[in-house]
């Protein structure tokens, strides 16, 4: 062996070491700096859920711990079996390392560890999803684990899209705060987490979810183990993907795209007043087909909410508007929901949506006086 090629390889061997130390050392900080934080936070263990935090976050526990038999029921059907392993979550205080530790994150799971570490600057709705998400990782990874698969057998979009899926039946969050310019690509090109600016990543977070929400429509809920399942006996995401769907994953990101044509025909129709009940069936038929989650939605959902109201059927109206809020949440969106909510003559419910507006509102209380007042 030359000199030359004897320097590569010490100078290769030296690099390797240095990564090793580096990986065992951030695991090493890590787990030092968790149990050491651990020691001062309140404990509670509800099923397979151990939840670490501040006595003042002693509300938002309870809210969660509320939740946590419907979660573990969930992710049974959804991934299989009964979870016997224990997820730790924590909540910690305001500006405490392990708090920054999440980074630009809301939550992050520690998948060697089965922890997740949760923003407790964020809302509750928030934190419930932000907990539900990282849940779907956890019992998603651990089933796949016990059929003896590698984590990266399922291709990261995926794991993402199903945990917003996930959490989605428990706290939905606006899709519009992450929706930007809707750039459809194919799936394999989707590099969650490295190489792309954020804004990216929030929207194939999104198209990730739509496309697994679309899988679900389509299939069932037990489309999920039945991929898992496929993955592992084809031993390619792919493949099983065709064997579970008999679509072609390559192809398969196009339900995505835009439909321009039908907005186009459905702005044309909206020019034509007298065509309203040709439009509404139109709009309907759509979204029996696409929806609920599609690009276009809050688009065909503004123009059948307008067209409720011009026909004042407030209950169709109020419903449509909840199918709206997944998409957008303004101050106003709850306002007309609360003044539907009176037309109904629901003053609990009128109420209810009134005080969430006031909350987002930045226009100060003035503009809800008059629903608070009503009697």
Not at 57 to 80: A, H, M, P
Not at 196 to 202: K, P, R, V
Not at 285 to 300: K, S, T
């Amino acid at each position: 062996m030359s000199k030359k090629k004897r320097i590569f390889l010490l100078i290769s061997l030296i690099i390797f070491f240095l990564l090793c130390l580096i990986l065992f050392r951030s695991s090493f900080i890590t787990s030092v700096i968790i149990k050491a934080y651990e020691k001062n936070l309140e404990t509670e263990e509800v099923g397979n859920i151990v939840f670490q935090y501040k006595e003042n976050e002693q509300e938002t526990i309870n809210l969660l711990i509320d939740k946590v038999s419907e979660i573990n029921n969930l992710g049974d059907e959804w991934f299989g079996g009964s979870n016997n392993s224990t997820l730790t979550v924590f909540l910690p205080k305001a500006d405490s390392i392990l708090e920054k530790m999440l980074g630009k994150s809301n939550a992050i799971f520690l998948q060697n560890k089965n922890i997740a570490i949760i923003n407790s600057k964020l809302t509750e709705n928030e934190i419930l999803h932000a907990l539900t998400h990282e849940y779907a990782h956890f019992h998603m990874m651990t089933n796949m684990i016990e059929l003896q698969m590698e984590v990266t057998d399922i291709p990261e979009w995926f794991h993402e899209g199903v945990a917003e899926a996930f959490a989605h039946r428990f706290a939905p969050v606006p899709f519009n705060q992450s929706i930007n310019q809707w750039n459809v690509i194919p799936f394999s090109e989707m590099k969650i987490r490295r190489g792309h600016d954020y804004s990216s990543i929030g929207e194939w977070y999104i198209m990730s979810q739509f496309t697994v929400e679309r899988l679900i429509k389509d299939y069932g809920e037990g489309v999920i183990l039945n991929l898992i399942h496929s993955t592992m006996e084809t031993e390619s995401f792919s493949l099983g993907f065709f064997e579970t769907t008999g679509e072609p994953l390559e192809t398969y990101h196009k339900i995505l795209n835009p439909d321009n044509e039908f907005i186009n025909q459905v702005m044309h129709q909206a020019q034509e007043k007298d065509n309203l009940i040709n439009l509404k069936q139109s709009l309907l038929d759509y979204d029996n087909v696409n929806g609920p989650y599609y690009y276009q939605a809050d688009f065909v959902y503004h123009i059948l909410e307008s067209i409720y109201v011009e026909e004042q059927d407030w209950e169709k109206a109020l419903s449509i508007l909840k199918k709206r809020m997944y998409y957008n949440h303004s101050s106003w969106m709850w306002s007309s929901a609360s003044e539907y909510a009176l037309k109904l003559n629901d003053k609990e419910k009128a109420f209810y949506f009134a005080e969430r507006a006031k909350e987002i509102s930045e226009q100060g209380d003035s503009h809800f006086d008059k629903i608070f007042n009503s009697e």
